[in-house]
């Protein structure tokens, strides 16, 4: 088995470039950098090739479906590749120094698996807990979980070949890239696959470099009857899991866990 990686990155962004290639080195690895989808040089039919302007949470912002686009622009190349799987970053963020020998050596993949997230989300809310089973198995001191609860956060995942192109089906899509992937009850994409978290994770957000400019643009929330919408809908598909996920839950064959990140050596365990 082998891995092609890339960071999702944009062509105007140099600063972020040659902020990431040393973090990458100190984890022992390279990255392709390929220009991302950058909505300033798009028209808007360009964009609505796609992706719909509507979605499950209203609407569907700009900024937001060119980030959408530039992911599925790397699994598309990926399956350009002769690799059996991805590792697909963001350009912020921190990498655990070990990461390098996970990618060296896919005997760890679960068998299952179609998508494994190494993220850690960074919320305002550090007590936030996300639904896992127990690990099925133990790599380097780190868990390899089922996630079977939102998860936000699309800056550091691998996917398998099949995974990927199931994803490319799903289009056009309709929600920003983290909820495709990590909102279990929400995404359409993502409904039947086994999702797995690495936990400690291995990457985390916040790496930018000092005085970098915000790139994705101005982001326009909804208000009023839209706002309202839009919180009933996540306040529904927060409750709507499956039978089967809410009887794993009762019956402690999954538990809410707190993911953290750990950047180097033997991770100390998880604490629930």
Known sequence: MSVYIEMINLGRAADRRAHMRPEMARAGFE???HPAFDFTEHVEADILARCTREGPWGTFHTPNMAATIS????????????????????????????????????????????????????????????????????HKG???????????GAAGYMLSRDAATRLLAAQPFDMVIDHILFNINA??????????????AMIVQGNEPADSPFYMGARKRPTGMALLRQKLKRAWYELAYPVSTMAKFLTGRAKL???????SGTPPRETV
Do not use: Y
Not at 257 to 263: D, I, K, L, S
């Open 31 to 33: 990255a392709a950098f």
């Open 71 to 138: 992911h599925a622009m790397a699994w598309e190349r990926f399956l350009g590749s002769d690799a059996s799987h991805c590792l697909i970053m963001e350009d912020d963020i921190f990498i655990s120094t070990d990461l390098g020998e996970w990618l060296a050596d896919l005997a760890w993949w679960p068998p299952q698996a179609d998508i494994v997230k190494l993220e850690r989300w960074r919320s305002r809310n550090e007590a936030v807990k996300v639904l896992m089973e127990a690990p099925v198995a133990t």
């Open 142 to 152: 780190r868990d390899i979980q089922r996630l079977l609860s939102r998860h936000m």
């Open 187 to 200: 995404s359409q994409a993502t409904r039947g696959m086994h999702i797995f978290q690495i936990a400690p």
């Open 257 to 263: 866990t707190r993911v953290t990140f750990h950047n």
